[in-house]
């Protein structure tokens, strides 16, 4: 018996001495980690990539002033009346209704009995996934795929979503789309792509899904073996990935070279994963975990020590337990599910202390259902404990805090960019109202008014004359 404690003790020690130098060797060092050699002085891009840019001014040439309405600033304050200015593509002030403190020339808004947030954010879309009626056939086609995701983002642009954190989708589509947008090109919310979803052969989002489907598709990385998703990674990165999505299954060595890799680029990790494989994820240093999925209290536990957000998407099995009676046939879903369930699990995570973004991951045709997944997602956190504004502040700076963007997003403060949604009412007060949209500002370029994408006229570009005319 004393020899068996004492051997216990032994590997007790050892144990301690090798977790001491696994911790000191992977480090589990953050994304952010490498900004150490990043001044906050140096101009970089608008995104977690934060690349350094040439300085140069951005957005429209124009001073704008929201006045008359009430402010939510999404930092959890009561909403106020005040005077929302921007300049360019920047908030330049916040003043107090009595105040017109702004240049002669601005272009003046009264937005009396209307509310002025943050623009919103969704931390899970796929854009360019397919419809299950008519585009089956045109549906591994980049064009489509590329059309298919020019129509969303009207969508969620109309709906007050400013940002979304695409995290799977076909080929180069979303990093194109993330540039026009940038460029003003085309009327959308900026895009934080992942590319594709990386998982393992049989994997989640492989099941049921011939192999010829999944190359046609475009939207997964099947990695095999350590190197082989390190490798996932750093081609994502390559693409210009702003976030890289894990899927299970995985082993603890694959999941660990993916997330040490995707730190040491500077990207954060989000994870859609069941069971022990979130507890795997969760270890390996991950930063969020998708979905609402079983997990022990002790990987719930884990994740608050650990400070791992949770993206809890109730809305998508919401509507898949509305139009389909539950969820079949799936090999990376074999648990009892349930909305009872889901919202039990959400409910776990907020009294754990997690943080909690809000996503909607609206596949098939559910975009067309917008701005009401939405809203039924805020819903679903005031159902679990949060308040009205709690679930507002949730979706616009807890989001951006997600995103890795809450220096220039996710609230309105001097210095932010311009992300700006004005909708009829108080939506701090009533979330039905969230749906009144009016106005939105992205990059401080107005694309939203009265309630639809709003284009201006072409500029025409001067032809040179002729040299020998
Ligand atoms: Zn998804």
């Not at 007790?12 to 000191?24: I, K, P, W």
């Not at 916040?94 to 017109?100: E, F």
């Not at 202390?353 to 956190?381: A, M, S």
């Amino acid at each position: 018996m004393s020899l068996d404690v004492s051997m216990k003790m032994k590997s007790a020690a050892l144990l301690g001495v090798m977790l001491f130098f696994c911790q000191g060797a992977t480090g589990q060092e953050k994304a952010q980690d490498r900004r150490k050699f990043l001044d906050p002085s140096t101009p970089v891009s608008d995104d977690p990539r934060r690349i350094p840019v040439k300085p140069a001014p951005s957005g429209p040439d124009r001073v704008l002033v929201l006045r008359g309405g009430r402010i939510f600033d999404g930092t959890g304050a009561a909403a106020e009346q005040g005077t929302l200015v921007i300049e360019r593509n920047k908030i330049l002030k916040i003043l107090p209704p009595s105040s017109t403190e702004w240049p002669k020339n601005a272009e003046v808004v009264n937005v009396a009995g209307k509310t002025i947030l943050p623009g919103l954010i969704d931390l899970h879309t796929h854009l360019t996934y397919p419809l299950t009626e008519g585009d089956v056939l045109h549906a591994p086609s980049e064009a489509d795929a590329t059309l298919r995701a020019v129509e969303k983002l009207r969508y969620f642009l109309e709906s007050g979503i400013t940002s979304v954190r695409d995290v799977g989708s076909q080929g180069d589509v979303t990093f194109r789309l993330k540039e026009w947008v940038r460029d003003n090109r085309l009327a959308g919310p900026r895009i934080f792509p992942a590319g594709q979803f990386i998982t393992a052969e049989g994997g989640h989002s492989t099941e049921n899904t011939p192999d010829e489907w999944i190359r046609w598709m475009g939207a997964t990385r099947i990695a095999s073996g350590p190197d082989d998703w390190r490798l996932a990674v750093r081609e994502q990165f390559h693409k210009g990935a702003d976030v890289i999505k894990l899927g299970s299954h995985f082993s603890r060595e694959e999941i660990k070279a993916a997330v040490e890799e995707a730190h040491e680029l500077g990207l954060k990790v989000t994870v859609d994963a069941e069971t022990f494989y979130i507890r795997r994820a969760v270890e390996a240093g991950v930063d969020t975990i998708e979905h609402p999925l079983p997990r022990t209290d002790e990987t719930i536990q884990l994740m608050a020590s650990k400070g791992v957000a949770a993206d809890p998407t109730l809305i998508p099995y919401q509507i898949i337990f509305d139009e389909w009676g539950g969820y079949f046939g799936s090999t990376s879903r074999r648990f009892t599910f349930s909305n009872e369930a889901n919202l039990e699990m959400l409910k776990k995570l907020k009294r754990a202390g997690i943080k909690c973004g809000v996503g909607t991951d609206l596949i098939l045709h559910w975009y067309r259902y917008l701005p009401g997944p939405y809203i039924r997602e805020l819903k679903n956190f005031v159902a679990a404990g949060w308040s009205v504004p709690e679930a507002l502040v949730a979706a616009t700076r807890t989001n951006s805090e997600i995103l890795d963007m809450d220096d220039r997003l996710g609230t309105l403060a001097p210095g932010k960019l311009a992300d700006v949604l004005v909708v009829v009412g108080r939506p701090d007060e009533n979330l039905d109202e969230l749906a009144k949209v009016d106005l939105v500002i992205r990059d401080g370029y107005t694309v939203v008014e009265a309630g639809k994408v709003t284009i201006p006229r072409h500029t025409v570009a001067a032809q040179p004359r002729k040299v020998h005319e």
